[in-house]
């Protein structure tokens, strides 16, 4: 039986003794629930299934305290109902980064990506300060560590999720029209020389 990763004992404890008084039969049923996610976030075609279908186990073990002594039925059906808004949040996440990667292809081809890049430090400087940071937190490091940052992140400056996410949302548009200008005059004063 493979314990979650991020669940201290106890949580995961909690949770085998909600899923089965019988310890045996609840890394059984824990297993046979993961292993459920995994093929349904697979089947739903996300990328990373497992990644999606720990998130979601995490949610729950979260929850476990609150709704074990009220809850009847199939604790499985509890976690693909998790699963479920697990999947909608991946969904709207994939939505901003095709966003973004469509605003970055539609400005004009350049021969260097350096100027690229420049152009970018320069429209990145041009940010106050504290929208700069929080660009750079959010977009930083591989998906669990930029999760987590996100989640600091948005605990610090007391932003629900949701609102960070526009918030970046149109700094990053302001970005990428800052990019879009500079490029362009760039390859205008190209075309002067």
């Known amino acids: 039986m493979k314990k979650q990763s991020g669940l201290s004992q106890g949580e995961f404890d909690r949770l085998l003794a909600w899923l089965s ?3 045996e039969q609840a890394g059984e049923k824990y297993e046979s629930i993961r292993r459920g ?7 739903w075609k996300c990328r990373e299934p497992e990644d999606l279908a720990d998130e979601t186990i995490n949610r729950v073990v979260g929850r476990v305290d609150g709704i074990a002594p009220d809850y ?6 509890y976690f693909y109902g998790v699963a479920k808004n697990v999947r ?11 966003l973004l990667d469509t605003a970055f292809r539609a400005i004009p081809q350049y021969d260097e990506k350096e100027q690229l890049f420049a152009c970018l430090d320069q429209c ?3 940010l106050p300060t504290a929208d700069k940071d929080m660009v750079l937190i959010y977009y930083e490091g591989d998906k669990k560590a930029r999760i987590e940052a996100r989640k600091r992140l948005g605990e610090q400056i007391r932003l629900t999720s949701n609102t960070l996410r526009v918030r970046l949302y149109r700094i990053r548009l302001t970005l990428e029209q800052c990019v879009e200008q500079c490029v362009e005059a760039s390859e205008d004063g190209n075309k002067l020389n």
């Open 21 to 23: 008084p019988d310890r």
């Open 37 to 43: 996610l995994i093929e349904l976030f697979d089947c």
């Open 124 to 126: 990145l400087n041009e």
């Open 72 to 77: 009847s039925g199939d604790p499985a059906l």
């Open 88 to 98: 909608h949040e991946y969904l709207r996440k994939r939505q901003t980064v095709q």
